[in-house]
T-cell receptor, first 113, second 113 residues
């Protein structure tokens, strides 16, 4: 079966701009989570969507937002980009609870200049 | 405040020997623990997990040990192979937290032929 697909793979944006990242989960997976990976902070949880509803949210400013569509595809948006937003953004999907069934995508590498 | 810590940023072992990766946590609400492996330019891949009701779980060459009183878990790889060279993350989830995972900072394992 197809894995978790994230687009685009690489992105370069300027400070102050906004960006939208996309994630297509594994077919049948209704839970989609987003994580930010940076060299200094490791992987940090952004938010989780389940059946189009945000179920959990991490400790990130309101500039980070997301949504999930009826086909379980998810997008995350970052507005007013800052240099510190440069990171690898990972999406993961599962149809189970507890994280054991997480399948991660390859990520979107965002560079803010 | 890091709730999950991997104090060794890197580890180097000889092929055929045992690799031991360690992880400490502080949150008593964590009841499920996981290990993920990550290669460059790929998303993390689930390796093995353990519930807080167990103290050991084994899957082939991989064994995870959990010491709840010390809030410590470890991953043993025996025998280590060059293909095991990757970054290993431990992660934890809490009951009623959906699929939110808290990750450690990762340990880079290098297995020398």
């Amino acid at each position: 079966k197809a894995g978790v697909t994230q687009t685009p793979r690489y992105l370069i944006k300027t400070r102050g701009q906004q960006v939208t990242l996309s994630c297509s989960p594994i077919s049948g997976h209704r839970s989609v989570s987003w994580y930010q990976q940076t060299p200094g902070q490791g992987l940090q949880f952004l938010f989780e969507y389940f059946s189009e509803t945000q179920r959990n949210k991490g400790n990130f400013p309101g500039r980070f937002s997301g949504r999930q569509f009826s086909n379980s595809r998810s997008e995350m948006n970052v507005s007013t980009l800052e240099l510190g937003d440069s990171a690898l953004y990972l999406c993961a999907s599962t149809d189970l609870t507890g994280g054991s069934g997480y399948t991660f995508g390859s990520g979107t590498r965002l560079t803010v200049v | 405040d890091q709730q999950v810590k991997q104090n060794s940023p890197s580890l180097s072992v000889q092929e055929g020997r045992i690799s031991i990766l360690n992880c400490d946590y502080t949150n008593s609400m964590f009841d499920y623990f996981l290990w993920y492996k990550k290669y460059p330019a790929e998303g993390p891949t689930f390796l093995i997990s353990i519930s807080s009701i167990k103290d050991k779980n084994e899957d082939g060459r991989f064994t995870v040990f959990l010491n709840k009183s010390a809030k410590h878990l470890s991953l043993h790889i025996v025998p280590s192979q060059p293909g095991d060279s990757a970054v290993y993350f431990c992660a934890a989830s809490a009951k009623n937290a959906g699929n939110m995972l808290t990750f450690g900072g990762g340990t880079r394992l290098m297995v020398k032929p």
